[in-house]
């Protein structure tokens, strides 16, 4: 269940600006938080940690105020991005490019590293309320665009919105029941889904999916489904995915490594996750080299000490207890 990131009233309001991040500071980055005196206040906030990530619920009778400058970021560098839809009442976030305005049903992101101004405003029976999830913003990169900046805002109407917002709904109220494997899954199939929701809107400036990177993604999941093959070489990889090796090899380019190197890493990739995995410490570490694709235990443990300068073993003790 949730715990209470905070909750001001008529009689503590006053002291929001030193208590909105939790009683340790733990959420949210530095700025000028301020909460109207009307005469009925009732703020609140429940917030439920997901790994490096927070689903956080906010409702609330009173407008609320808050002010993230140059001077701030100076002197709180976090750097989150705020995934925000909007169920009643609006946000209005305005920054050096204007001002947008994200009503219920819509959904907006406002970014740590950019000065901006927002207002939490509530509706006709003076009700706020949204959704969001706060998210380190390099968890970020390959889901979406460094150019979707604070105040991207759009009507959540696509499928892939509700079902991203029914899962972080789920995992606000998750009490103990999932994995934290299931946890980071679900939150992963939440920025993806945000992602393809927002990719095709032209703020985006995202270029339609080109043959070459087709080809590409083609060639790094055939390379993923064979991965424990030792003999694994371009020439398979080539007559799989129906091109010539000399395609290939520009295809690869992309990556900006060459086949050889990709493959490695992926595959001690694959042995790091495996070593770190409680669920497989009855694996000997022979037997991972062997699924990884490596021939033989000790290129396994020379490739492994080189790229993470520690053995398997001292790996695997070091994280699974």
């Not at 703020?43 to 956080?56: F, L, M, N, P």
């Not at 000399?246 to 595959?267: C, D, E, I, M, P």
């Not at 990884?292 to 790996?315: C, E, L, N, V, W």
Request: glycine letters at 4%; hydrophobic letters at 40%; one cysteine or more.
């Amino acid at each position: 269940m949730p715990e209470v990131l905070f909750a001001f009233d008529e009689d503590n309001w006053r002291d929001c600006q030193h208590l909105f991040r939790g009683e340790k500071g733990q959420e949210y980055y530095g700025g000028d938080y301020t909460i109207d005196a009307d005469p009925v206040i009732d703020v609140r906030a429940e917030r439920k940690a997901v790994g490096a990530a927070s689903v956080i619920h906010l409702t609330s009778r009173t407008r609320q105020q808050f002010r993230r400058t140059w001077a701030h970021i100076r002197q709180d560098s976090k750097d989150v991005t705020i995934l925000w839809f909007v169920r009643r009442g609006a946000l209005l976030v305005t920054d050096q490019h204007g001002s947008k305005k994200a009503e219920a049903g819509d959904f907006i992101i406002t970014r740590s590293m950019n000065p901006f101004v927002m207002e939490c405003q509530t509706d006709a029976e003076q009700v706020h309320e949204s959704l969001h999830a706060v998210v380190p913003t390099h968890a970020l990169r390959s889901y979406i665009p460094d150019d979707v900046a604070t105040g991207f805002c759009v009507a959540a109407d696509r499928r892939e919105f509700a079902v991203a917002e029914h899962i972080l709904e789920n995992l606000l109220a998750e009490d103990g029941e999932l994995q934290p494997e299931t946890i980071e899954l679900l939150m992963s199939t939440v920025l993806k889904l945000i992602g393809q929701a927002i990719g095709d809107h032209n703020v985006c400036r995202r270029l339609r999916q080109t043959v070459l990177e087709r080809r590409r993604r083609e060639v790094l999941d055939y390379i993923e489904l064979n991965l424990s093959n030792p003999n694994l070489n371009t020439a398979m990889v080539a007559n799989g995915c129906g091109i010539s090796q000399r395609y290939l090899s520009h295809v690869l380019k992309q990556s900006g490594l060459t086949f050889s190197a990709l493959v490695w890493r992926q595959r001690l990739a694959q042995a790091q996750a495996w070593l770190s995995s409680p669920k497989l410490k009855s694996l000997s570490i022979a037997e991972i080299a062997y699924n990884a694709g490596f021939k033989s235990p000790a290129h396994f443990s020379r490739m492994f000490t080189r790229a993470f300068q520690i053995t398997p073993r001292d790996y695997r003790n070091s994280h699974v207890r």
